[in-house]
């Protein structure tokens, strides 16, 4: 399946969405900032259980090749996520900023006086395309699925079609 994910810039991307995957309705206000694709899937061996959040963002205008839009947003990332590992990764459709995230998520359970704390990991690729910035975010609930996260993030941002014309494809 690849959906169209409509951006805020009125144009839209496609993303091939994973076999079995199951669609969660958006939170309010999500869609005003570009959250286009909210759900869970099943991937990996053994199989695990992952979420996916997928947005579009306007880009404001740079006059740079593709690369160098993607290592731009690697400093500005740091700054907002120092735990992060982040990088410039090359993907079938493009250079791409590439963050990987350890930590805990704090679930509030219904009824209970505590928080239960998950370990949690996610891989996020930004996939810069001149016009546009397209957000896959793969999440998994602990270590042992730091493979699966990998793979599924990295092969849904490969995923992303840009459309045409665009200036990433120019400069390529």
Do not use: C
């Amino acid at each position: 399946m690849t959906p169209a994910v409509q951006s805020r810039a009125s144009d839209s991307v496609r993303i091939e969405l994973p076999e079995g995957f199951e669609s969660m309705p958006l939170p309010p206000g999500a869609a005003v900032q570009g959250a286009s694709i909210l759900g869970r899937f099943t991937a990996g061996d053994p199989p695990v259980s992952l979420a996916l959040a997928v947005g579009v963002a306007p880009l404001a205008a740079m006059p740079l090749p593709a690369v160098a839009i993607a290592s731009s947003l690697v400093v500005p990332y740091r700054r907002r996520h120092p735990a992060a590992q982040v990088g410039v990764a090359m993907l079938a459709n493009g250079p791409a900023l590439v963050a990987l995230h350890a930590g805990e998520y704090r679930l509030p359970p219904e009824g209970a006086r505590e928080e239960l704390f998950l370990p949690r990991i996610r891989a996020e690729v930004q996939v810069p395309d001149g016009n546009r910035l397209v957000v896959v975010s793969v999440a998994g609930a602990g270590q042992d699925d730091w493979p699966a996260v990998i793979a599924e993030a990295t092969r849904l941002a490969g995923s992303v079609e840009k459309g045409r014309g665009t200036r990433a494809e120019r400069d390529r």
